[in-house]
């Protein structure tokens, strides 16, 4: 099956996210008003089976100029969070997170989609000859001018009848991880202090669109800047002024290339 970029921050962290998401982002009650159309949709799509994995999708379908949040939402923002209670045959599911973009808003400096996302969903089922079923209950936020907290929930019978082209195409926007002889690779790191701010200073092989950070800290590694006559990137840290707090702290690095990436971790002694 091999690794799709699946997985994320645990649901510990997950939940610490969201609540301080609801305290520092501009939050409307629109969802709770029947009269205004809610401006997303989510349902799950079936893809077929591969080997003993069950293919699935989350599709979230928004409303023009809206969007939704990536697994680490940015400076500001809800990571979505995946209920799978009630589904049937399954002994293990994992949700899969595209390449994302970067967004710059009253909110902050956000990271997640826009238009339309599709999270693929493999299912390992607990009886290999028995049919599969998924129920969705999905707690996530969709903004636009301010943010809107909310739930939604689908299910599906899963069929093994074929591939789903618009599944299929998400796939590919998943990260894979990294080996030694890929390009983009980060091949050095370090902290530094740029323009009077910490800083996280790489060294690229390849060219790199983005770089997305996360680690088990408050830190926020915003947009990177990239120097072309070094081959370095440095993001810029916020939330954390004192980097001695990241040392022998794992960073998970996404390096977007256009639809697709890479995923490397890195520890700085």
């Not at 595209?98 to 996302?117: K, L």
């Not at 591939?163 to 390009?183: F, G, H, I, V, Y």
Request: charged content about 25%; proline content about 7%; aromatic content about 8%.
């Amino acid at each position: 099956m091999g690794n799709k970029g699946r997985g994320g921050h645990n649901e510990d962290m997950n939940r610490r996210q969201a609540l301080f998401a609801f305290a520092t982002i501009p939050l409307v009650a629109t969802a709770a008003r029947s009269d205004i159309p809610e401006p997303f949709k989510v349902s799950l799509i079936s893809g077929g089976r591969e080997g003993g994995v069950w293919q699935a999708g989350i599709l979230v379908e928004l409303a023009p100029e809206w969007k939704t949040y990536w697994r680490m939402p940015g400076d500001s923002g809800i990571p979505p969070q995946f209920d799978w209670a009630g589904s049937k045959n399954s002994a293990a599911i994992e949700v899969g997170f595209p390449i994302p973009r970067r967004f710059n808003d009253a909110g902050g400096e956000t990271i997640g989609y826009h238009d339309q996302v599709v999270f693929p969903v493999f299912v390992k089922p607990q009886k290999l000859d028995a049919a599969v079923s998924l129920e969705l209950n999905m707690f996530f936020a969709v903004c636009k001018d301010a943010c809107i907290p909310a739930q939604a929930k689908a299910g599906v019978a899963l069929d093994a009848s074929g591939a789903n082209p618009r599944l299929d195409e998400w796939q590919k926007r998943l990260p894979r991880l990294a080996t030694a002889s890929d390009s983009p690779f980060v091949t050095a790191a370090r902290f530094d202090t740029r323009k009077n701010r910490p800083a996280l200073v790489v060294s690229l092989k390849g060219k790199v669109q983005d770089i997305f950070v996360e680690s088990e800290t408050s830190a926020y590694f915003e947009k990177p800047q990239f120097d072309s006559g070094t081959g370095e990137a440095w993001l810029p840290i916020a939330n954390l002024k004192d980097t001695a707090k990241l040392r022998g702290v794992p960073l998970k690095l996404t390096l977007s290339t256009d639809d697709s990436g890479i995923e490397q971790t890195l520890t700085i002694a």
